[in-house]
C-alpha cells in the first residue's frame, strides 16, 4: 500500500508541473517543477525526511540523465548496486544505517562476561568488529541479508584476521532463533520495531537485552537509556525481558 502511495504522489507532481509547463517542450524545467511539487506533497503528507528528498529528486535526476546520454548499461549496474546495498530499503523500510563507535563504546561496557550477542542488521559489519576488538571474550554474530553490504561485512571480517568469536552470516534476522542470545542489537527504522518487539517477547530468553540504536517501540517504554550524543543517532534504548509483556 505504501509503494502504491509513492507512485500516486509522484504522478500527481507530473501532472501538476504538466499543467504549467509542458514537458515535451520545456522537459529540463517541467522536471523542476515536478521535483518541487513532489518534495511539497510528500511534506504536506509528513512523510520522512528522506522520503522527501527522494520525492524531489527522482524525476529531475531521471530527466538530467537522459538528457546528459548515459549508457543503459550504466543503469542496470547502479539498479543492481542498489539492490545489493539497499534491499532492505525498498523491501522493509529499512535504510542502510551504520552505527558510530560511541555505541560500540557504550555495548562495550553495558554487555556481560562471556555474553552472545546477535546484531539484527549489521550493514558493512563495522559495529561487529569494532565490538570484537573492544571485547574478544563475547561471542558475536552479525547477520544482514541486504547481499552486497554483507559482502563488505565478509570483506571487513576477512581483513580483520578472521576472529573466531564473530561470526558474519548472510540471512534474514526474523528466522534466527533469538532464544540463543544474551542481547539483541537492532538499528533499523521505526517501521519494523513493533515486529521486533513481538518478536524479543517470543523468542527472549528470561533476563535477555533487547537494544535499539535511537528508535522506539511504541508504547513500550524501556528499561534505560544510554545517551549518545548525536543528532541521528541519539541514543541506547534498552529493554530487559519479559519487561512490557502486559
Known amino acids: 500500500m505504501s509503494r502504491l502511495r509513492h507512485l500516486l504522489l509522484q504522478l ?8 504549467f509547463i509542458a514537458p515535451a517542450q520545456h522537459l529540463a524545467a517541467w522536471a523542476v517543477l515536478q521535483g518541487l511539487l513532489a518534495a511539497l506533497l510528500a511534506i504536506v503528507l509528513r512523510q520522512p525526511g528522506w522520503q522527501r528528498l527522494a520525492h524531489g529528486l527522482f524525476v ?9 546520454g548515459i549508457p543503459p548499461g550504466w543503469y542496470l549496474l547502479a539498479l543492481l548496486l542498489t539492490l545489493a546495498l539497499g534491499r532492505n530499503a525498498l523491501v ?21 562476561a562471556d555474553a552472545a550477542l546477535l546484531e539484527a542488521g549489521c550493514g558493512d559489519g563495522r559495529l561487529a568488529l569494532q565490538l570484537a576488538r573492544l571485547r574478544p571474550d563475547l561471542r ?22 578472521r576472529p573466531a568469536r564473530l561470526a558474519v552470516g548472510c540471512r534474514s534476522f526474523w528466522k534466527e532463533d533469538w532464544g ?24 527472549g530468553r528470561p533476563g535477555s537485552l533487547l537494544i535499539s540504536n535511537t528508535f522506539e517501540v511504541p508504547d513500550i517504554q524501556p528499561d534505560e537509556r544510554i545517551p549518545l550524543g548525536g543528532p541521528l543517532q541519539k541514543e541506547l534504548l534498552i529493554w530487559r525481558h519479559p519487561n512490557g509483556s502486559q
Open 12 to 19: 500527481l507532481a507530473c501532472v501538476g508541473a504538466w499543467v
Open 60 to 68: 529531475p535526476a531521471a530527466v538530467a540523465m537522459r538528457q546528459a
Open 92 to 112: 522493509e523500510r529499512v535504510p542502510l544505517y551504520r552505527s558510530g563507535r560511541r555505541v560500540a563504546d557504550r555495548l562495550a561496557g553495558l554487555l556481560a
Open 140 to 161: 558475536l554474530r552479525a547477520l544482514e541479508n541486504a547481499v552486497g553490504s554483507w559482502l563488505l561485512a565478509w570483506l571487513r571480517w576477512l581483513r580483520a584476521g
Open 180 to 203: 540463543s542470545y544474551d542481547a539483541i542489537y537492532v538499528f533499523l527504522s521505526p517501521e519494523p520495531m513493533p515486529k521486533v518487539w513481538r518478536k524479543f517477547l517470543s523468542e
